[in-house]
T-cell receptor, first 120, second 113 residues
Framework: DTAVSQTPKYLVTQMGNDKSIKCEQN?????MYWYKQDSKKFLKIMFSYNNKELIINETVPNRFSPKSPDKAHLNLHINSLELGDSAVYFCASSPLGGTSGRRSYTDTQYFGPGTRLTVL | KNEVEQSPQNLTAQEGEFITINCSYS?????LHWLQQHPGGGIVSLFMLSSGKKKHGRLIATINIQEKHSSLHITASHPRDSAVYIC???????????????FGKGTLLTVNP
């Protein structure tokens, strides 16, 4: 009955490969996110989806492509992996997180366990 | 661009001590989040607040919107509180279409028995 799950937990791959990380939430939340935590433990938002619609796309290389087949899933596909992509990637979800007119709102975020990606 | 600064970067305390971690941010926000990252890597949301104070068990979070400052306090600290504590400021993203979280660099807390 895990709330936010990610697979795989560990991913070791060669430079140049293409890989995917999957995320699923069973909380019925509307919004999902991908965050990257670098080697210095600094977290940074990458993407946010609200009801399968891309809301936030920070300055992330277009080798990273999020895909949301339904609002319970947000997968991250990475093409042509580079050494600098090595990090821990966290998926998260929140009940709210959209905008209503000029008002934006969010709610408590629930994080997945993280996927440690190592590019050799 | 919102800058989020946390202090101290590292904090070591003895069990039972009162602990304060500070967070300041540079632009107006709609909410401030406090997160806890366990030594095993998992991240848990502790608080989300936009004004005043919130309390949960031994944890208290306060925010002063005018001063752009928030604090996380832990009363009667315990070794199991050892973790990284991260504050994140919620503000509109550059496109103005939704909020985004900007994270501080975290405070590593070690509580010794």
């Amino acid at each position: 009955d895990t709330a936010v799950s990610q697979t795989p937990k560990y991913l070791v791959t060669q430079m140049g490969n293409d890989k995917s990380i999957k995320c699923e939430q069973n909380l019925g939340h509307d919004t999902m996110y991908w965050y990257k935590q670098d080697s210095k433990k600094f977290l940074k938002i990458m993407f946010s989806y609200n009801n399968k619609e891309l809301i936030i796309n920070e300055t992330v290389p277009n080798r990273f492509s999020p895909k949301s087949p339904d609002k319970a899933h947000l997968n991250l596909h990475i093409n042509s992996l580079e050494l600098g992509d090595s990090a821990v990637y966290f998926c998260a979800s929140s009940p709210l997180g959209g905008t209503s007119g000029r008002r934006s709102y969010t709610d408590t975020q629930y994080f997945g366990p993280g996927t440690r990606l190592t590019v050799l | 661009k919102n800058e989020v600064e946390q202090s101290p970067q590292n904090l070591t305390a003895q069990e039972g001590e009162f602990i304060t971690i500070n967070c300041s941010y540079s632009v107006g926000i709609s909410a401030l989040h406090w997160l806890q990252q366990h030594p095993g890597g998992g991240i848990v949301s502790l608080f989300m607040l936009s004004s005043g104070k919130k309390k949960h068990g031994r944890l208290i979070a306060t925010i002063n919107i005018q001063e752009k400052h928030s604090s996380l306090h832990i009363t009667a600290s315990h070794p199991r509180d050892s973790a990284v504590y991260i504050c994140a400021a919620q503000s509109l993203n550059s496109g103005g279409s939704n909020y985004k979280l900007t994270f501080g660099k975290g405070t590593l807390l070690t509580v010794n028995p």
